[in-house]
């Protein structure tokens, strides 16, 4: 089966830094995206790893091992307003997005 | 404004009463899904939809049905909804790029 996995929650303190790691096993891999979720709120968008390696955009960072089927999401310089649940999603051989169950990020002030 | 729609946000209805929620987008997008979340289990794709009279099954078909007569619309329709199907909807849509627009959500309950 298709699956990808990543914890269930996350606690950090605010100003530091917080990694949301996801592992996969799907039919077909054609990138790794991650969505952001506030509660009550639908998925948005927050970024995309095709091909190996980091992409930085403002205090996100997402890297993608294709060989190792890893992927992590980088906060920095923590904020209240990033309290959220965070999905990692998996694009596969059908054009299917694949999702995780979610990571809760908990931040204290 | 870019944006999805759904239809209603919010509905409490009976057992075996059909139902259909409403998505429209005004993107252009070729693809369109319907997803379902339920806590702890993320987001589950109930249908797709890759163009115009071409849908397809997702991972929890099982009581839905679809349509996608027009490019810009791709109603959830529930013929016999059952308190199984008690979720919040999402309905989104892309183009050929990685990134989902989603809707606002439709909380249903099946009593």
């Known amino acids: 089966g298709q699956s990808l996995e990543q914890p269930s929650e996350v606690t950090a303190v605010e100003g530091a830094i917080v990694q949301i790691n996801c592992t996969y096993q799907t039919s077909g891999f054609y990138g790794l995206s991650w969505y952001q979720q506030h509660d009550g709120g639908a998925p948005t968008f927050l970024s995309y790893?095709?091909l190996d390696g980091l992409e930085e955009t403002g205090r996100f960072s997402s890297f993608l091992s294709r060989s190792d089927s890893y992927g992590y999401l980088l906060l920095q310089e923590l904020q209240m307003k990033d309290s959220a649940s965070y999905f990692c999603a998996v694009r596969n051989s059908n054009y299917q997005l694949i999702w995780g169950a979610g990571t809760k990020l908990i931040i204290k002030p | 404004e870019a944006q999805v729609t759904q239809n209603p946000r919010y509905l409490i209805t009976v057992t075996g009463k059909k139902l259909t929620v409403t998505c429209s987008q005004n993107m252009n997008h070729e693809y369109m899904s319907w997803y379902r979340q339920d806590p702890g289990l993320g987001l589950r794709q109930i249908y797709y939809s890759m163009n115009v009279e071409v849908t397809d099954k997702g991972d929890v078909p099982e009581g839905y049905k679809v349509s996608r007569k027009e490019k810009r619309n791709f109603p959830l329709i529930l013929e016999s909804p059952s308190p199984n199907q008690t979720s919040l909807y999402f309905c989104?849509?892309?183009?050929?790029?990685?990134?989902?627009?989603f809707g606002p959500g439709t909380r249903l309950t099946v009593l």
């Open positions: 790893n095709g």
């Open positions: 989104a849509s892309n183009d050929w790029g990685d990134t989902q627009y």
